[in-house]
């Protein structure tokens, strides 16, 4: 299995354009989710989904859209970036069992110029 | 969601054991008590979790207080590759499945 992917693993923007980050999982798992982390920060929650067609608002979903139309694809877009929105973006899956343990991705590092 | 309360950070010798505390004094009875941990320029990595008895797997040991409002991550022989960021969250057993992070714990080894 190759667990979590998260592609890019760096990504540069300039203010106001839209990307797509990618997260793929091969563990069938139903729960996965979108987080960031600032420098010398937690993780924080951007968007959720506990399954395919169903996904949910985080923490901090502003600016943010994200779609789950297979089990295994969960891709985060960017609708217009920001220099706020500088950060890394982590991929996390889990199986709907509850107490299970997440698995988390590489991550992939944006800057937002 | 329930809080939780670490040390900013603590620092260890090599091969000798490490106690990370941890505080939860809101805990509910549905919450789950896990710990992740980041390694450098890495996502985090799940070390253990558990409800209210202590528990043991391959990377670490987690002793839980019997009134359930502190907990502590026990690794018995520290090594260089465990420096790392250490969170303690709480996860409501409920429908909950979302981890809440807070800063953790920067765990120093020194060789």
């Known amino acids: 299995n190759a667990g979590v992917t998260q592609t890019p693993k760096f990504q540069v923007l300039k203010t106001g354009q839209s990307m797509t980050l990618q997260c793929a999982q091969d563990m069938n798992h139903e729960y996965m989710s979108w987080y960031r982390q600032d420098p010398g920060m937690g993780l924080r929650l951007i968007h959720y989904?506990?399954?395919?067609?169903?996904?949910d608002q985080g923490e901090v979903p502003n600016g943010y859209n994200v779609s789950r139309s297979t089990t295994e694809d969960f891709p985060l877009r960017l609708l217009s970036a920001a220099p706020s929105q500088t950060s890394v973006y982590f991929c996390a899956s889990s199986p709907a069992t509850l107490g299970y343990e997440q698995y988390f991705g590489p991550g992939t590092r944006l800057t937002v110029t | 969601d329930a809080k939780t309360t670490q040390p900013n950070s603590m620092e260890s010798n090599e091969e000798e054991p490490v106690h990370l505390p941890c505080n939860h004094s809101t805990i509910s009875g549905t919450d789950y008590i896990h710990w992740y941990r980041q390694l450098p320029s890495q996502g985090p990595e799940y070390v253990i979790h558990?409800?209210?008895s202590n528990v043991n797997n391959r990377m670490a040991s987690l002793a839980i207080a019997e009134d359930r409002k502190s907990s502590t991550l026990i690794l018995h022989r520290a090594t260089l590759r465990d420096a790392a960021v250490y969170y303690c969250?709480?996860?409501?057993?409920?429908?909950?499945?979302?981890?809440?992070f807070g800063k953790g714990t920067l765990l120093t080894v020194n060789p």
């Open positions: 969250i709480l996860r409501d057993g409920g429908s909950n499945y979302k981890l809440t």
């Open positions: 558990g409800l209210t």
């Open positions: 989904s506990v399954g395919a067609g169903i996904t």
